[in-house]
C-alpha cells in the first residue's frame, strides 16, 4: 500500500485516471466526472489557467477541485475553500461486524430515498447518478431509510467511503457506525484499502472513524469554484 500513497495525494486524478476511467470527462490537463455522477474534478500540473475549467462550469451549476490549488483564468474565480481531514483505515480486517438493525443494499428502487436523505444532510454533493459510482448500504425503520453510506471515488488500490448520513430524527443509534463497518469489509474483499474525507470541523464523525479504524492522513482542500457573471 504504501508504494501508491501518493495517489491519495490526488485522488480524483488518479480515480479518474484508473477505475473510474469511464466516468471521466477530460478537459485539457484536467479531469472531471461526469456531470450527472459528481461534479469533483482535478489537475494534475496545477500551475497554468486551463480553459477547461469554464467549459466544466457552464455544463454544471457548482463544481469542486480537489487537491491541489488550481489556477484559474479570468472567467473563474474559487467561491469557497473546504477543508477535510483524509482518513485511511489502516487494518487488515474490519472485527465485529455485528449489527442490531439490518443493514440493506441500496438498488435503484431505493435511489429516490436515498438522493433525498444525503441532500437533507450534506446538500450539495450528491447528484442523480452518484449512486452508480459504487455500492451503497442503508438502514431502514419501518419503509422510511434513515441512515445510508457507500462507496464513491475508487482508485485501483483506494476505495473511499461516502455520504455517511443519518436522518436527525434517528441519531444516537451507532448506526453511522454499522454502516461504516459494512463498506470497510465490502472494500477489503476487493483487495483495497478504505479512505475518506470528514470536514476538518465535524469532531463527531472524526471520533467515529476513529473508532471503526480509520487514521488521519492529511489535509484535503476542496475548491469550490464559480464563474464570472
Known amino acids: ?56 462550469g457552464r455544463i454544471t451549476d457548482s463544481f469542486y477541485v480537489v487537491g491541489h490549488k488550481p489556477v484559474l483564468p479570468d472567467s473563474c474565480y474559487i467561491k469557497q475553500q473546504v477543508i477535510c481531514d483524509q482518513m485511511i483505515y489502516t487494518h487488515e480486517t474490519v472485527g465485529d461486524l455485528h449489527t442490531e438493525k439490518e443493514i440493506v443494499t441500496l438498488s435503484i428502487t431505493h435511489y429516490d430515498q436515498l438522493i433525498d ?45 461516502s455520504s455517511v448520513v443519518t436522518h436527525p430524527n434517528f441519531l444516537r443509534k451507532n448506526y453511522a457506525l454499522m454502516l461504516t463497518k459494512q463498506c470497510i469489509n465490502e472494500i477489503i474483499k476487493t483487495g483495497k484499502t478504505p479512505f475518506l474525507h470528514v470536514l476538518e ?27 464570472v457573471d
Open 117 to 161: 436523505l444525503v441532500n437533507l444532510v450534506q446538500p450539495g454533493y450528491f447528484r442523480a447518478k452518484t449512486p452508480e459510482m459504487g455500492t451503497f448500504y442503508g438502514i431502514f425503520e419501518g419503509d422510511q431509510l434513515v441512515a445510508a453510506a457507500g462507496i464513491r471515488i475508487q482508485l485501483n488500490e483506494f476505495t473511499e467511503i
Open 201 to 227: 470541523t465535524n469532531t463527531g464523525a472524526i471520533a467515529l472513524y476513529k473508532k471503526a479504524g480509520f487514521e488521519y492522513r492529511r489535509k484535503m482542500m476542496f475548491w469550490k469554484i464559480g464563474l
Open 1 to 56: 500500500m504504501s508504494d501508491y500513497l501518493f495517489k491519495l495525494d490526488n485522488p480524483v486524478w488518479y480515480a479518474l485516471t484508473e477505475t473510474h476511467a469511464h466516468l471521466c470527462l477530460p478537459l485539457e490537463n484536467l479531469r472531471f466526472y461526469k456531470s450527472d455522477y459528481c461534479t469533483f474534478g482535478a489537475v494534475f500540473n496545477s500551475d497554468q489557467a486551463y480553459s477547461g475549467f469554464e467549459t466544466y
